[in-house]
């Protein structure tokens, strides 16, 4: 087993249940495409009881601009786990093709700005008092990375793919004295839409896949129902990992509230008390677009 021992690898970037409320966060092509100022922001605590669990808490905004096939938004994530707290700040920029035969908008998108990582390893417990890799302090250190990202969405359908980090930010094992966070890409591809099942409600399919070198890929799978466009009530799973359910609310036409509860389905399920996250989302329209409200995704 000495003679097999190498490095773990796992996906780092955090994870939300409500991600269509956040898109930004995940696709910089998404900026702008609500034809609408869009705000929202999540917090997510993971394994509630579980000490050193995953705490992330997102908030993104973004706009089309007067000249509408161009959109800018700014997202940031503050994401903290174990001795390791990151904040991710990015600004967002999309152009988008309009198809006037079926109404779709296919948009590109790039993302540029920077990681803050600060972490004190010296807090974790040693079996092995000389192990050098866990006597490290780093303090805001800063990592820049670029994004990049498509989009295509139709009124009641969307696709997208993307990378919101190229840049792969390795350490070199041999540099312990001066470890750098390691970072590696993260794809994306987002599918769903919804239809309608009857004057009342809708019926929404989403789904997620995540893929990273050398983790296994993560696909949600997300099912909301939506009556009389005020209540959303969902289902969510992700493969091997987690299952879950939501509730969110149009409290008027700008503003909705979000709660999502998660359990896990693996070994660590007894010894937590589940995931708990919240959304809140305010949509505020512009004088020269017509409002929609509300939007599905």
């Known amino acids: 087993m000495l003679l097999l021992a190498g490095s773990i690898h796992a996906q780092q970037e ?3 249940t409500q991600y269509l409320d956040n898109m930004v966060y995940y696709n910089p092509a998404y900026a702008g495409s609500n034809d ?6 999540l917090h997510r605590q993971q394994w509630a009881g579980f000490k ?3 705490m992330s808490t997102t908030f993104g905004i973004h706009s089309p601009l007067k000249y509408d096939n161009i959109g800018l938004g700014l997202s940031l994530l503050n994401d903290k786990a174990g001795p390791i707290n990151a904040t991710w700040i990015n600004a967002d920029f999309s152009y988008s093709l309009k198809f006037k035969k079926h109404n779709g908008r296919l948009a590109f998108g790039i993302k540029g700005g920077m990681s803050l990582l600060n972490g004190d390893l010296t807090t974790l417990y040693k079996e092995d008092q000389s192990d050098e890799m866990l006597d490290v302090r780093y303090q805001n250190k800063a990592l820049p990375n670029i994004g990049a990202g498509i989009y295509y969405h139709s009124d009641q359908f969307f696709l997208g793919v993307a990378v919101p980090k ?3 930010n390795i350490k070199d094992a041999n540099q312990i004295t001066d470890p750098k966070y390691i970072a590696q890409r993260h794809y994306y591809m987002t599918i769903g839409g919804y239809f309608n099942a009857n004057r009342m409600l809708k019926i929404r399919p989403s789904a997620m896949l995540k893929i990273t070198e050398n983790a296994p890929a993560s696909i949600d799978a997300n099912l909301a129902f939506i009556m009389y466009d005020k209540l959303w009530l969902g289902v969510n799973y992700r493969v091997l990992e987690s299952a879950g359910i939501y509730a969110q609310i ?3 036409k700008q503003f909705k509230i979000g709660y999502a509860f998660e359990f896990s389905t693996g070994k660590i399920r007894s010894h937590n008390y589940g995931t708990h996250e919240l959304m809140l989302s305010y949509d505020l329209f512009l004088k020269s677009k017509p ?5 599905y995704f």
Not at 291 to 295: L, N, T
């Open 291 to 295: 409002f929609a409200s509300p939007r």
């Open 14 to 16: 955090a994870q939300f």
């Open 52 to 54: 050193g669990a995953p």
């Open 250 to 252: 149009l409290i008027n």
């Open 166 to 168: 190229i840049i792969d």
């Open 36 to 41: 609408m100022l869009s705000i929202s922001a």
